[in-house]
């Protein structure tokens, strides 16, 4: 089985930036999709961007513009540019490759926090 391991994360002032990287154990050109999910304390696991197999993307309302997805497939790894980050994206940043319809890995999570 897949396993994804997250890194990237850390403490950064509001407007800065970061670049999360998710490295897959295995290939990943089988997902039908890579996704950076979040969780911010006492909130729900949302999702921040995904990118398709076919390379379409899509981003939450709150990052579009701001947060970047893109994928190297020889690395087997998905990165999350993250740029004029504010506060309310301080989060644990969850990786997650989806195989299936009932079938997902996530990672173990990184945490991003933004001071103002």
């Known amino acids: 089985q897949v396993q994804l391991v997250e890194s990237g994360g850390g403490l950064v002032q509001a407007g800065g930036s970061l670049r999360l990287s998710c490295a897959a154990s295995g290939s990943i050109s089988r997902a039908n999709a890579m996704g950076w999910y979040r969780q911010a304390p006492g909130k729900q696991r949302e999702l921040v961007a995904q990118?398709?197999?076919?390379?379409?993307?899509n981003y939450a309302d709150s990052v579009k513009g701001r947060f970047t997805i893109s994928r190297d497939g020889a690395k087997n790894t998905v990165y999350l540019q993250m740029n004029s980050l504010k506060p309310e994206d301080t989060a644990v940043y969850y990786c997650n490759a989806e195989w299936g319809v009932w079938s997902d890995t996530w990672g173990q999570g990184t945490q991003v926090t933004v001071s103002s």
């Open positions: 990118i398709t197999r076919g390379g379409n993307t």
